[in-house]
């Protein structure tokens, strides 16, 4: 008898937990200083500042810091990524901006509990020493 209650119990707390995630996933997301999470990379002085509710399936204007200066890091939707400044022009009285990338990568994974980005390119010298690394973030 003991036996079967344990087994029904635990049956349904897996199922409202598989519910709770799966409704989860349909949310909307947000973006804000109410969401503001810093993610910070343990081997070197590098963080993230994300204020998208699903960082990093959903990003908006998410800045990093790489050695103390500040850059705003940019996805394409897929899994490619670019850090660097964004300049804003005006062209035929049209208003642009433009990422001037320091750091780029082709991948980046999401996982549970943290996030990384490998770095495959680096166009400013003196982030040389990224070159080739995978840097691992996780939530402060």
């Not at 029904?8 to 503001?36: D, K, M, N, Q």
């Amino acid at each position: 008898m003991k036996k079967g209650v344990i087994i029904t119990g635990s049956i349904i707390a897996v199922v409202i937990i598989g519910l709770v995630c799966f409704g989860e996933s349909f949310r909307p997301g947000g973006y804000g200083e109410e969401y503001h999470k810093v993610w910070k990379c343990d081997n070197y002085n590098i963080q993230i500042d994300s204020y998208a509710r699903k960082f990093p399936d959903k990003t908006c204007h998410e800045k990093i810091t790489i050695d103390g200066k500040k850059y705003e890091l940019e996805f394409d939707g897929g899994s490619s990524f670019e850090i660097g400044t964004l300049n804003h022009y005006k062209e035929d009285g049209e208003e642009y901006s433009e990422l001037e990338s320091v750091v780029e990568g082709d991948n980046y994974d999401k996982g549970f509990f943290d996030f990384t980005l490998h770095i495959d390119k680096v166009v400013d010298s003196k982030y040389s020493y990224l070159k080739g690394k995978t840097l691992v973030f996780h939530k402060e």
